[in-house]
């Protein structure tokens, strides 16, 4: 059983080659240049929670930006399917760099601590839940169905090489000249890629809008549809199950290895910048090797990502750096494989809605139970747990037939 795509339709004239195409190619170049700024912030932001913090307290910190947004993005969704998601993108860009511009201006003004810190990420939460699923939205207005494992795998590189760039600058900036500094270059990235929403990019597909007249009802007939869609279904609930366990390792686990072991603060830029270098070369064998089952070959590949993470909380500097590696390559390929399957399988009308449901849900919860059980524990048994139990359940979800039969 193979699931229907779906292609929205065509305004105007089709698009050119995708790799010939000066839309897309600004685009994501722009969006390159953000992801070097929100790099470069999440290392600061780590190296201080945990320098500052106790581990609990630094896990709720980086926890916090994920509360708001798995609550609002539900909403976010909503206004995906209903709304112009350009607009709504430019309108978060906007959001975010000024939440970051007011907490450099009261951490400049010496407002230091958990209060400011926990402030900035929910703030910057509510901006980024709200708006999202647009992201997924506006890709399938401006990219072609037969193209978007390309422009997938582009974004996956072009994310990574600035993982790679970002994080060791993070590392840098914030030992050079503090959290205001890494605030600021944040900040003027997210500016940018508003700038380039607003002048280069325009929809080329018209997706089908919720025209329900309450936004109660909208999200009700996502709900239904997610219901009666067997393979959405566990998309939705593979995508949240693996960030429950990759983001508070990569996130957390990693920054209280690195300053637990008394490793300075550019071992935690190496190990993010071990993990880019590995997700990059991860992104161009997806791009170049697009199995006819794309789904089931990412879930069979994160298996071995579980492994990975099992041993990040080995206190051996070596093995961090292959570790993080490892789980780069595998992120890198998965994700390519992953998201091309799920943009194509889904509806367009309902994917705003459908995608809201996914990567954020449980996320808020895992980082401060990831600081709670270091706390309790160390930090090699939380790893051992978590990258466990994210191997069973994707060996789990490769097995189950929508997704073994889910053809690209």
């Not at 700024?37 to 307290?57: E, F, H, I, K, Q």
Request: glycine share 10%.
């Amino acid at each position: 059983m193979s699931t229907t795509t779906h292609d929205p339709e065509l305004i105007g004239a089709p698009p050119p080659p995708v790799r010939r195409d000066p839309m897309v190619l600004a685009w994501l170049a722009a969006v390159g240049v953000s992801w070097f700024g929100d790099y470069a912030w999440n290392v600061a932001l780590a190296w201080t929670a945990a320098r500052t913090l106790s581990p609990a307290m630094a896990g709720v910190v980086l926890g916090a930006e994920m509360l708001p947004q798995a609550l609002l993005v539900l909403l976010g969704g909503v206004l995906a399917d209903r709304y112009d998601p350009r607009r709504l993108l430019v309108a978060g860009e906007v959001g975010q760099a000024v939440v970051l511009l007011v907490g450099a201006a009261g951490w400049a003004s010496g407002i230091h601590g958990a209060p400011i810190l926990l402030a900035v990420a929910v703030a910057f939460g509510i901006a980024s839940g709200l708006t999202m699923p647009a992201g997924t939205t506006l890709i399938r207005q401006v990219v072609a169905g037969n193209d978007l494992g390309t422009v997938q795998g582009w974004n996956q590189i072009s994310s990574r090489a600035m993982r790679l760039l970002g994080a060791p600058a993070g590392g840098i900036l914030v030992a050079w000249g503090g959290l205001v500094v890494v605030m600021l270059v944040d900040a003027a990235t997210f500016l940018v890629i508003a700038a380039v929403l607003l002048l280069v990019v325009r929809p080329r597909f018209r997706l089908p809008r919720a025209v329900h007249e309450r936004w109660r009802d909208t999200f009700t007939d996502g709900m239904r549809y997610l219901r009666s869609h067997e393979t959405a279904k566990l998309f939705v609930v593979g995508l949240t199950a693996l960030n429950v366990f990759v983001t508070p390792v990569t996130g957390l686990g990693v920054a209280l290895r690195v300053s637990g072991s008394d490793w300075g603060a550019h071992w935690l830029g190496i190990a993010d910048a071990s993990l880019a270098a590995g997700a990059i070369v991860g992104s161009v064998v997806a791009i170049r090797w697009q199995p006819t089952y794309g789904a089931a070959a990412g879930f069979r590949v994160l298996i071995v990502q579980g492994l990975a993470i099992a041993c990040v909380g080995l206190g051996w500097k070596p093995t961090l750096v292959v570790s993080m590696a490892v789980l780069g390559f595998t992120a890198g390929a998965a994700s390519v494989w992953l998201s091309a399957a799920f943009v194509r399988a889904i509806d367009p009308s309902h994917l705003g809605r459908v995608s809201s449901l996914g990567d954020m849900t449980l996320m808020p919860l895992s980082v401060p139970a990831l600081g709670a059980v270091v706390h309790a524990t160390d930090v090699l048994t939380a790893t051992l747990l978590w990258g466990v139990a994210m191997s069973a359940l994707c060996l789990w979800f490769a097995t189950r037939r929508p997704i073994r039969t889910l053809a690209a």
